[in-house]
């Protein structure tokens, strides 16, 4: 991964979805580092086949494009590494910020970025193709979003502006520039890859790469304050509406970047895709 991310970007007016459009282009797939930005998504995607909502102007919403030469099902600490990157450029505006297993940046826990991670194949490359998607609200208010939206969501700006009882001070719109953030978010997921390199589980490369993923897992479970967080994990929807999920309390994660929970007869279950949800107590 030796090119920079962002060594090329692609900007849209408007599109589906940014990783929409670079699944349909497998010949933009063979470029590591390339960016596709949207000022505007309509059909924006989430995880589990959810929606993501854009409204115009007051998201950034991007996708890259990243060669990890890595088995897929050692992908998934890309997402945690997304989120850790989010989290260290948000700090330069808002407070109270917590990362929330597996795509989620939350800002007084309300959701404020979602993180969407494809992979593909394409001919002549032995691993997988990571398309990242990034979508994080930085402007406007929350009566911006549909209505079922807006106890859930957060925006830069709103968080902001919270201080003054949530009206939004008009003088901070020139504080807060899109284009900003989003350079600074490059930048940031750019030396998250340097500095935590995650090379194979499984590789006999030094010491040195394998640290970098532990200091990942690691600065992932601080920012989410993760450990001993009482939880209940479902498997998908079927058994989230069934309410027939497992309980127990996070004590860590893989290697892979799974949620390792205990339950209460002691058993560690691990958690490798679905909802997480936090229970009192
Ligand atoms: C989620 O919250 O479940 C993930 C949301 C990811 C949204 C981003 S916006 C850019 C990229 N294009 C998409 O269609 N989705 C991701």
Redesign the pocket.
């Given at each position: 991964m030796s090119e920079k991310i962002g060594n090329q970007i692609i900007r849209l007016k408007e599109i589906d979805?940014?990783?929409?459009y670079l699944k349909a282009r497998k010949n933009l797939l063979r470029r590591h580092g390339l960016v596709v930005i949207a000022e505007m998504?309509n059909s924006?995607?989430?995880?589990a086949g959810?929606k993501?909502t854009s409204v115009i102007g007051s998201n950034l919403?991007?996708?890259v494009v990243l060669h990890p030469n890595l088995p897929v099902q050692e992908i998934q600490i890309f997402t945690l590494l997304a989120g850790v990157a989010v989290a260290r450029v948000l700090e330069n505006y808002v407070n109270n910020i917590r990362l929330k297993w597996p795509?989620?940046v939350l800002v007084n826990e309300k959701k404020i970025c979602?993180?969407?991670l494809e992979t593909i194949t394409i001919p002549d490359k032995s691993f997988p193709v990571l398309i990242m998607?990034?979508?994080l609200n930085t402007k406007g208010h929350i009566n911006d979003y549909p209505g079922e939206l807006q106890n859930i969501v957060t925006t830069i700006e709103y968080e902001l502006s919270s201080i003054s009882n949530k009206t939004l001070k008009t003088q901070m719109a020139p504080v807060l520039k899109n284009e900003k953030i989003f350079q600074q978010l490059l930048l940031e997921l750019d030396s998250c890859v340097e500095e935590f390199n995650p090379v194979s589980i499984n590789s006999k490369i030094n010491e040195k790469y394998h640290s970098g993923r532990t200091s990942l897992l690691q600065e992932w479970l601080l920012r989410a304050n993760a450990l001993g967080r009482n939880v209940c994990s479902f498997y998908n929807e079927a058994e989230r509406s069934k309410d027939s999920g497992i309980i127990g309390k996070i004590v860590g994660l893989t290697r892979e970047g799974y949620l390792q929970i205990r339950t209460d007869s002691g058993q560690i279950q691990t958690h490798v895709s679905g909802d997480i949800i936090d229970m009192k107590g």
């Open positions: 979805s940014t990783n929409s998504q924006g995607r989430g995880r959810r993501f919403t991007f996708s795509n989620d979602g993180i969407l998607g990034i979508g």
